[in-house]
């Protein structure tokens, strides 16, 4: 997986409505890259032929 850059975090920043300070890029883009590339080392033998669960969300009152 490549790394995500500054404009990209960015974006995805501003996709889910969240303001990042020119100031905390170049941290936020570290820290993020970091847990992707740990993220990405968990491959468990045979995840791939478990179905996953559903989401099942509770009505509210």
Same mark, same amino acid.
């Given at each position: 997986m490549s790394e995500l850059n500054e404009d990209e975090i960015r974006a995805?920043?501003?996709?889910v409505n969240?303001?990042?300070?020119?100031? #905390?890029v170049t941290d936020i883009s570290y820290s993020l890259n970091a847990m992707l590339e740990a +993220? #990405?080392?968990i491959n468990p033998e045979g995840i791939n032929?478990?179905?996953p669960?559903? +989401?099942i969300l509770e009505k509210g009152d």
């Open positions: 995805l920043a501003k996709a969240i303001e990042i300070q020119d100031s #905390d +993220i #990405d080392g032929a478990i179905e669960l559903p +989401i």
